[in-house]
């Protein structure tokens, strides 16, 4: 397996433009846990235990001698000779990389080698840091959270027809329980505001509760859009699947798929699509295994309203 | 009877008090879209579901307040969403049948 999953010749735009933008001094640790040549393993092996790590440098006046890792530690264990000085045992057939190097060198390196840890110098050779795999991935991960965001920033709003006084997007996720409610919690705060009769306020928020939960409860995560125009409150549920095998039967009430553990908080009762159809003035539903598709609307004056 | 007083003579613990408001009426469910469906705004709802959802559900469908029966523990996110919302939690270590039948008793006589 290789040590950190990313091919450096082959990997998106996005991942190759940070593995060489990063250089080896902006993910290695700088502050430096080494030791002396004529330190013990005994020493070294109780500097790896207070700090918690597999490899320790030797150096002195800056200049890397060795490294003792672990595995010498055991050796040293198991053939008693912890009192050794560490010079006696540690691997001088060093490979190092420099400060200035690309982030890919250091990927390379850990899947050519082998080894877990790889002291960095300078161009004057002297140790300056040392980077593990986990400096690795956790800078990754920070460049990526970082270029996602600004990836994520510059999506377009979708454009808003002029009459409509709300439009909001929320993305539910599977099992989301925690988060589930907003969106219908807002789209009741927002009728309140703008003083919508209590009767109505309840329908839509049923509404949208109901097929909220059903993304939470039945989908493997979707998207529920809400837009308020001064005629109706229209709301949009697309899922990722599975979709519903017989809508029909979903329709009906007492009719679930839910589990236990979901049927325990107080959901999968099978009655949310019917819930939500039957406080709907107009509600579409489609489905298939790649998605399904609620649309549910409520008229803001009742006279709109479609006759049923 | 204002929600206070009957929360008192119920014996209930406040958990999270209530908006100073009349209940008229109760409902008593487990089932969050059952009581969405039939639930009648200004109510108070007896539950053993203690956790955030039920106060979503509560606000979507104009609850005042709920009871939490078997004494269930009450997560401290709970708490939070029903003071936001200003709606009460009590709880008590009646089951749903005895706390509704005591409800009914006191909003009658």
């Known amino acids: 397996m290789k040590n950190i999953p990313i091919d450096i010749n082959e990997s998106s735009l996005v991942v190759m433009d940070l593995i060489f933008k990063l250089k080896i001094r902006d993910v290695m640790t700088r502050g430096l846990i080494s030791a002396k040549r004529c330190d013990s393993m005994h020493h070294i092996q109780q500097l790896m235990k207070d700090n918690s790590i597999t490899g320790v440098p030797i150096v002195e006046n800056k200049r890397l001698y060795g490294i003792i890792s672990i595995d010498d530690i055991i050796n040293a264990l198991e053939h008693g000779y912890r009192d050794d000085p560490a010079e006696k045992h540690m691997t001088t057939n060093l490979v190092v990389l420099d400060e200035d190097m690309p982030l890919s060198f250091a990927i390379n390196y850990f899947d050519k080698y082998g080894f877990g840890r790889y002291p960095v110098l300078n161009a004057r050779q002297e140790v300056v840091g040392i980077i593990t795999t986990r400096n690795v991935n956790i800078s990754l991960l920070m460049a990526l959270i970082k270029e996602i965001h600004e990836l994520e920033s510059r999506i377009e709003p979708h454009p808003t027809p002029d009459n409509t006084y709300m439009l909001k997007e929320y993305h539910v996720r599977q099992y989301g329980f925690d988060e589930a409610g907003k969106a219908s919690n807002n789209l009741k705060k927002f009728l309140?505001?703008?003083?919508?009769?209590?009767?109505l306020m309840r329908r839509a928020a049923v509404a949208a509760y109901e097929l909220e939960m059903n993304l939470v409860v039945h989908s493997t995560g979707g998207t529920l859009t809400i837009i308020v125009?001064?005629?109706?409150?229209?709301?949009?549920?697309?899922?990722?699947g599975p979709g519903i095998t017989d809508v029909e039967q979903a329709m009906r009430e007492g009719f679930t798929t839910a589990n236990e553990w979901i049927q325990s908080l107080g959901f999968g009762a099978g009655m949310g699509l019917p819930n939500a159809r039957r406080v709907s003035d107009e509600f579409d539903i489609e489905s298939s295994p790649d998605g399904t598709r609620v649309r549910s609307v409520i008229y803001l004056n009742p006279q709109d309203a479609p006759a049923t | 009877m204002k929600l206070d007083e009957l929360m008192k003579r119920m014996q209930a613990e406040t958990i999270q008090p209530g908006p100073d408001i009349a209940i008229q009426t109760a409902y008593t469910s487990d089932l969050l879209s059952d009581v969405m469906a039939h639930a009648e705004s200004n109510s108070l709802l007896i539950t053993?579901?203690?956790?955030?959802?039920?106060?979503?559900?509560a606000f979507n469908a104009d609850i005042r307040a709920v009871l939490i029966c078997h004494n269930r523990p009450v997560p401290d996110d709970m708490k939070q969403a029903a003071a936001r919302e200003h709606i009460g939690i009590y709880r008590t270590n009646d089951n749903q049948y005895v706390s509704s039948w005591k409800v009914y008793t006191l909003l009658q006589g």
Do not use: G, L, M, W
């Open chain 1, 229 to 240: 125009t001064q005629e109706k409150v229209e709301i949009n549920v697309v899922d990722h």
């Open chain 2, 48 to 57: 053993i579901q203690a956790h955030t959802n039920t106060i979503a559900v």
């Open chain 1, 192 to 199: 309140q505001e703008h003083q919508h009769p209590t009767r």
